[in-house]
C-alpha cells in the first residue's frame, strides 16, 4: 500500500491567498483526520471524519478553515484567506475502524508557510 | 492545565544509556494510552501502546498509573537510531498528543 498520500508536500504562499491542500487515505480506511502541528503547540487535531462525514470540528481555529470528504479515497483542508500565523505541518492521518489500539497512519505532511 | 504534559527535552544521552520519558495527563476518563515516535521532519508513528500492567517491547517499556495519571516511557541500551522526538498520546473520543520530547542519542 503506497500509504496516505498528502499534496503539496510544501506550500509557500502570500497573506491573503487561497491555500488548498490536499490527502489521499488508505484505502479502505473510514476515518481521516487532519491535524496541524507547530513548535509552540505541538500535534493538534482540526478535524475528522468518518465515512466521509465529519464527526467533530472543534479544533478547526476559525472561519477561514474549512475541510471537505466529497468520497472515501480524497479529501481538502482549505484556508481562505491565509495569514502568517497559520504556518505550519500540516498531517492527514487515516485509520479503520477495528484498528487495533486505534492506530493512525500520517502521511508525510505539507509544510507550509504564509509570508 | 495541558490535557497532556511532557518534558520537552532535549535528552542527550550516551548510546548505551537507559533514558526514561514521563507524561502526565488531565481526564482521568481517558480510556487508552500510547507512544508515538516522531523522527525529524517526519510524521508520527506509532510505538507502542500503554496497558495498566505495564509491557514491554524489546528494548522499550511503557508503564500506565491511572490513580496518578502518568505514563512513562523506558528505552534501554538505547541506540544512536533512537534518536527521535516521543509524542504521548491520549484517548478519550479521540486521541489528543503531548507536545514531545526530543531524544539525542550520542557517541
Known amino acids: 500500500d503506497a500509504g496516505v498520500i498528502q499534496s503539496p508536500r510544501h506550500e509557500v504562499t502570500e497573506m491573503g491567498q487561497e491555500v488548498t491542500l490536499r490527502c489521499k487515505p488508505i484505502s479502505g480506511h473510514d476515518y481521516l483526520f487532519w491535524y496541524r502541528q507547530t513548535m509552540m503547540r505541538g500535534l493538534e487535531l482540526l478535524i475528522y471524519f468518518n465515512n466521509n462525514v465529519p464527526i467533530d470540528d472543534s479544533g478547526m481555529p476559525e472561519d477561514r478553515f474549512s475541510a471537505k470528504m466529497p468520497n472515501a479515497s480524497f479529501s481538502t483542508l482549505k484556508i481562505q484567506p491565509s495569514e502568517p500565523r497559520d504556518s505550519a505541518v500540516y498531517f492527514c492521518?487515516?485509520?479503520?475502524?477495528?484498528?487495533?489500539?486505534?492506530?493512525?497512519?500520517f502521511g508525510p505532511g505539507t509544510r507550509l508557510t504564509v509570508t | 492545565r495541558k490535557e497532556v504534559e511532557q518534558d520537552p527535552g532535549p535528552f542527550n544521552v550516551p548510546e548505551g544509556a537507559t533514558v526514561a520519558f514521563n507524561c502526565t495527563y488531565s481526564?482521568?476518563?481517558?480510556?487508552?494510552f500510547f507512544w508515538y515516535r516522531q523522527d525529524c521532519r517526519k510524521e508520527p508513528k506509532l510505538l507502542m501502546s500503554v496497558y495498566s500492567s505495564g509491557n514491554e517491547d524489546g528494548r522499550f517499556t511503557a508503564q500506565l498509573n491511572r490513580a496518578s495519571q502518568y505514563i512513562s516511557l523506558l528505552i534501554r541500551d538505547s541506540k544512536l537510531s533512537d534518536s527521535a522526538t516521543y509524542l504521548c498520546v491520549v484517548n478519550l473520543d479521540k486521541l489528543t498528543f503531548g507536545t514531545g520530547t526530543q531524544l539525542k542519542v550520542e557517541l
Open positions: 481526564n482521568s476518563a481517558s480510556q487508552s
Open positions: 492521518a487515516s485509520r479503520a475502524s477495528l484498528a487495533f489500539d486505534y492506530e493512525q497512519y
